[in-house]
C-alpha cells in the first residue's frame, strides 16, 4: 500500500483493496489509510472472484491489478497511462516483475525457479522472450497485470483461478485448490476479442519472495498444483474432447516416464552415503507435474461432473456458510489426492530408494498409467520410443522450417 500511494502525483487513480474472506486485522489496517484506499471485503473465497469484486467496485477506464505482496516501481502509473493512450490495440500490459528475497535464496531453489517459475516472475532472465524494452507478447503474470477495461468486459473478465492460498490451514478453510487458467487465460480472452498484449520493461514490481518459498514442501506444493490444475482447464476452458484428451494423456505417461527415468540417473549417481539433500532436484519438479496432471485427470474421468462443479465455485467462490456443502459435493477420491501427503512432504530425496518410499510407493502406477506402462519392461520401451521420435523430429524440424 505505501508504494503505491507514493506514486500519487503519477496518475489519477482509486485504491480498493479487497479482502478476500481473511480473519485478520486486514480491514483494520487498510480503513487506516482512509480515504485514500477503498476497502472491500469479499466473503466467497476464491482468486476469480476477488477481481470480479475489485473490478465492480472501480471506476477507471484502466484496471491495474496488484498481488498483496508487490512493491510498485516509481514511474509504472505514469507509464500505463501513457502506453493505453498510444497502443489503443493494446488491451493488457505485463509488468516486469523482479525478485526482492527476504533473504538470499539457496542455489537449489534458484535451479527450480530457472526450471519452473514458482516465483511468478516476468522479466528477460525468465521469459525467453522477451527481447526488447516494449514488445508484443502472448501473456502476462498475475502479480502486476493492467487491463482496459473495454478489453476486459469483452473478454469476459477472469476464468477461474485458484481457491485459498498454501499458508490456509484453518478450520473450514481450503488448502490451496488450483482449478482454472486465471491470469493467463484472460490473456488469451483478450486476444480471442482483437487486443494486444504488451511487455513494458518500466511498468515494474518487486515481487517479494520469503524464505517459504525456499523449501521443499512449498515447490512441492506449487508444481503439484499446477499439474491438477492443467487436468482441469483442458476441460473447463479448452473443452478438449475425448480423442484429444486420450492423446493428451498418453503423451504425460510418457513425459512422466522420461523425467522418472532422468531423476532416478540423477539420484543414483549421487555419492554413497552422502549428507541428505538440503533441496530439490528440477528434475522432481517435471516428475511432480505430470504425475498431478495424470492422477487429476484420472479422477475427472471417473467424475465426469466434477470439473463442472470446479469451475463453478472457482468462479464464484466459497463462502464460510457453504463450505460443508461444497465439501459434501466433492468426491472423496478427489478430496483425498488434493490432500495428499506428498503435496506436505518436506523430505528431500537423495536416492532412487528415497524416491521409492516417498513419491512412487504412493500407489501411483496402479491407477495412472495404462497396464503395458506399469511394469518395467513397458516403461522401458515407452521411453526408449520416445527418445526414437524427438530424436527423428528434431532431424526433421529443420528441413521444415526451410
Sequence with gaps: ???VLLLKDEADFEFVIVDNNSTDSTKQVVESYAPVAKYVFEGNTSFTMARKTGADHSTGDVLLYLDDDVLVRRGSLRRIVEVFSSYPDCGVIAGRIDPQYMEPPPQW????????????????????DL????QVVPSAAGPMMAIRRTAYDLAGGFPPDTIGVETNRGERSFSKLYIGPGDYGLCLKVREVGFKIYYARDIAVFHVIPPVRFTVGFWRSRVIGEGYHLAITQRGFFRVGWLRAYFARLRWQLIFLRSEQKLLGRLAGAKAGGAERAGMLPEELHVY???????????????PDLWQF??????????????????????????????NDLVYDTTPLDSPAAYRRVVAERGFYRKHLNVFLRNDLGRRIAVSLLEMLRALRGKLKPQAEH
Design 1 to 3: 500500500m505505501e508504494s
Design 109 to 128: 531453489a534458484l535451479d527450480c525457479q530457472k526450471a519452473f517459475n514458482g516465483w511468478s516472475l516476468f522479466n528477460p532472465e525468465t521469459i525467453a
Design 131 to 134: 527481447q526488447s524494452d516494449f
Design 289 to 303: 507435474y505430470s504425475r498431478a496432471y495424470l492422477a487429476m485427470d484420472y479422477v475427472l474421468r471417473r467424475y
Design 310 to 339: 470446479l469451475w463453478q465455485i472457482g468462479a464464484e467462490g466459497v463462502s464460510s456458510g457453504n463450505y460443508d456443502r461444497v465439501m459434501q459435493r466433492l468426491p472423496q477420491e478427489y478430496k483425498e489426492l488434493v490432500a
